[in-house]
């Protein structure tokens, strides 16, 4: 598979490396689709030896393709968004990435590959921020009920980041008001989700130290400033908070770990760390992910605004690059790992099922002629006798591309209802059992996998092994 190795610059060389194999049972193989960035995948590379030639990629939305056993919430064919362990091997910039179950979550059908891929990292931020070091109450049970308006006041300082805009959600979701967001160029899209009615402003940090200082006190109205989220933590949203901030326990939490220079005495801070969901803040990583997903499919938690880099694994460079001169305003930059240059084309089966299929209000006849060519070409390349435009892999591309798993077919039926599901190439983390007895379901598999196709020709090979090896996958599911 392709994959992207991020180095100081950033410098981004691409290269051809095995897919993986499963790090723990309690892992999950996901076949990318589109890949987020953050600062961090050129920051550490940047400043870190030893992240100097890695990919560093960590927002995934793809497909699962193999889970471990311990995985009892997904199966192979789900659309997934993860967070990858951060400096972890394995990362989203690549053809396939592995994550931990407990920080993957479904994608609901309402949102595309590309809305998902631009969530995990910075929404898991700022719930660790808000949730976890500044103790707020928790969105299922907020302070006040949704009818009344709380006063308690949450300066979010860097409102369009990332970090600060998801920040700016859960706030919401929690009923924190009035909410005080600092934010410049963005400043109207940010505008767009608060609730000025309850008293939420937006201050631009563009017009000066003073202004910004001046803007959120007037925000305040005389009341004390018991929270700030710093999703900039630069000297100069510190200096400013620390202006307004309670020094009566004022607690401001921060993104990056700098001297705090400008805090007075009373005031406390604490340093966010989003990686904590892979160490001791697992369950935090767990319920809130479910809980984000829950937020997408009922229209309460809206992804970041994307723009999709072209090239692909290609694009990781230039959108490293935009990141690093600041260049993101509201916005997250994700890539289309297919459009990578030189990628092996012959899963025609994965571009039908990674085909994202929003069910908008014309879906009917575009979605549906595009579902039905693209199910055409797959049956017509299937039976004729001409070239296939993009070959099915043979046993010994697929098996090599497995790695240390096993090739197998797949038998499962989560896929759409166009593709056969003995065509689809899939890997086993367990080794193939011995052909089964004869069942009638048996046979049926068994006579799914001796169509006549090249993929058929190829994957039937292991076809007798992969039904057994199927059936056990399906009981772990
Ligand atoms: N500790 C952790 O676990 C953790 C996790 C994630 C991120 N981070 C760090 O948190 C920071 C934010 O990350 P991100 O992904 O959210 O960044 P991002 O989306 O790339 O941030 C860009 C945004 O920052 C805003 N901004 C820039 N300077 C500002 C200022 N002086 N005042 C207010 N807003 C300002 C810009 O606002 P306008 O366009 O409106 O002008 C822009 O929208 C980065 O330093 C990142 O490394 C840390």
């Given at each position: 598979m392709k994959e992207?190795?991020?180095?100081?610059?950033?410098?981004?060389?691409?290269?051809?490396?095995?897919?993986?194999?499963?790090?723990?049972?309690?892992?999950?193989?996901?076949?990318v689709?589109?890949?987020?960035?953050?600062?961090?995948?050129?920051?550490?590379?940047?400043?870190?030896?030893?992240?100097?030639?890695?990919n560093?990629?960590?927002?995934?939305?793809?497909?699962?393709?193999?889970?471990?056993?311990?995985?009892?919430?997904?199966?192979?064919?789900?659309?997934?968004?993860?967070?990858?362990?951060?400096?972890?091997?394995h990362g989203?910039f690549a053809e396939y990435a592995?994550?931990?179950?407990?920080?993957?979550?479904?994608?609901?059908?309402?949102?595309?590959?590309?809305?998902?891929?631009?969530?995990?990292?910075?929404?898991?931020?700022?719930?660790?921020?808000?949730?976890?070091?500044?103790?707020?109450?928790?969105?299922?049970?907020?302070?006040?009920?949704?009818?009344?308006?709380?006063?308690?006041?949450?300066?979010?300082?860097?409102?369009?980041?990332?970090?600060?805009?998801?920040?700016?959600?859960?706030?919401?979701?929690?009923?924190?008001?009035?909410?005080?967001?600092?934010?410049?160029?963005?400043?109207?899209?940010?505008?767009?989700?608060?609730?000025?009615?309850?008293?939420?402003?937006?201050?631009?940090?563009?017009?000066?130290?003073?202004?910004?200082?001046?803007?959120?006190?007037?925000?305040?109205?005389?009341?004390?400033?018991?929270?700030?989220?710093?999703?900039?933590?630069?000297?100069?949203?510190?200096?400013?908070?620390?202006?307004?901030?309670?020094?009566?326990?004022?607690?401001?939490?921060?993104?990056?770990?700098?001297?705090?220079?400008?805090?007075?005495?009373?005031?406390?801070?604490?340093?966010?760390?989003?990686?904590?969901?892979?160490?001791?803040?697992?369950?935090?990583?767990?319920?809130?992910?479910?809980?984000?997903?829950?937020?997408?499919?009922?229209?309460?938690?809206?992804?970041?605004?994307?723009?999709?880099?072209?090239?692909?694994?290609?694009?990781?460079?230039?959108?490293?690059?935009?990141?690093?001169?600041?260049?993101?305003?509201?916005?997250?930059?994700?890539?289309?790992?297919?459009?990578?240059?030189?990628?092996?084309?012959?899963?025609?089966?994965?571009?039908?099922?990674?085909?994202?299929?929003?069910?908008?209000?014309?879906?009917?006849?575009?979605?549906?002629?595009?579902?039905?060519?693209?199910?055409?070409?797959?049956?017509?390349?299937?039976?004729?006798?001409?070239?296939?435009?993009?070959?099915?892999?043979?046993?010994?591309?697929?098996?090599?591309?497995?790695?240390?798993?096993?090739?197998?077919?797949?038998?499962?039926?989560?896929?759409?209802?166009?593709?056969?599901?003995?065509?689809?190439?899939?890997?086993?983390?367990?080794?193939?059992?011995?052909?089964?007895?004869?069942?009638?379901?048996?046979?049926?598999?068994?006579?799914?996998?001796?169509?006549?196709?090249?993929?058929?020709?190829?994957?039937?090979?292991?076809?007798?092994?992969?039904?057994?090896?199927?059936?056990?996958?399906?009981?772990?599911?």
């Open positions: 992207a190795l991020v180095s100081k610059g950033p410098q981004v060389e691409i290269v051809n490396t095995p897919i993986p194999s499963l790090p723990s049972p309690d892992h999950i193989l996901i076949r689709v589109v890949t987020g960035t953050n600062p961090k995948d050129w920051k550490l590379p940047d400043l870190y030896e030893q992240d100097a030639r890695t560093s990629g960590d927002d995934i939305a793809g497909i699962v393709h193999t889970v471990g056993a311990n995985v009892f919430e997904f199966k192979p064919g789900d659309r997934v968004a993860a967070f990858h362990e951060m400096r972890t091997p989203s592995v994550a931990w179950q407990h920080t993957t979550f479904h994608i609901p059908s309402n949102i595309s590959f590309e809305e998902a891929a631009a969530l995990p990292l910075a929404a898991m931020t700022s719930v660790v921020g808000l949730y976890d070091r500044l103790g707020l109450p928790q969105p299922w049970s907020p302070e006040v009920s949704r009818d009344e308006v709380t006063d308690i006041p949450l300066l979010i300082y860097g409102a369009s980041s990332a970090v600060g805009f998801y920040g700016l959600q859960f706030a919401l979701r929690s009923n924190m008001h009035p909410l005080i967001c600092v934010a410049g160029s963005a400043k109207e899209y940010v505008r767009g989700f608060i609730d000025e009615s309850k008293g939420d402003v937006v201050v631009d940090y563009r017009d000066g130290p003073e202004a910004t200082v001046e803007g959120i006190k007037r925000a305040l109205k005389g009341r004390e400033l018991k929270y700030a989220l710093d999703a900039v933590s630069l000297p100069e949203s510190l200096d400013n908070i620390a202006e307004v901030l309670s020094t009566d326990g004022g607690h401001v939490t921060l993104v990056l770990g700098h001297p705090k220079k400008g805090l007075k005495e009373g005031q406390k801070y604490s340093v966010t760390m989003v990686g904590d969901v892979h160490n001791d803040h697992r369950d935090l990583g767990y319920v809130y992910f479910r809980y984000i997903a829950r937020g997408l499919a009922e229209g309460w938690f809206k992804p970041q605004r994307v723009e999709v880099v072209p090239g692909g694994l290609g694009g990781v460079r230039k959108a490293l690059e935009d990141l690093k001169k600041g260049r993101a305003s509201g916005v997250k930059y994700v890539m289309r790992i297919e459009e990578t240059e030189g990628l092996v084309k012959g899963d025609r089966h994965h571009r039908l099922l990674t085909h994202n299929f929003t069910p908008t209000p014309t879906f009917n006849k575009i979605q549906f002629t595009t579902a039905l060519l693209l199910a055409l070409q797959a049956t017509f390349a299937l039976t004729s006798s001409a070239p296939a435009p993009a070959a099915d892999l043979s046993t010994a591309q697929l098996e090599a591309e497995c790695g240390s798993l096993h090739a197998n077919t797949y038998n499962e039926t989560a896929l759409p209802s166009d593709v056969d599901p003995a065509q689809i190439r899939h890997c086993v983390e367990t080794p193939p059992a011995p052909p089964p007895r004869k069942t009638p379901s048996a046979n049926a598999t068994a006579s799914r996998a001796a169509r006549p196709s090249t993929a058929a020709a190829g994957a039937g090979t292991a076809g007798g092994a992969a039904a057994g090896a199927g059936a056990r996958g399906a009981g772990r599911r």
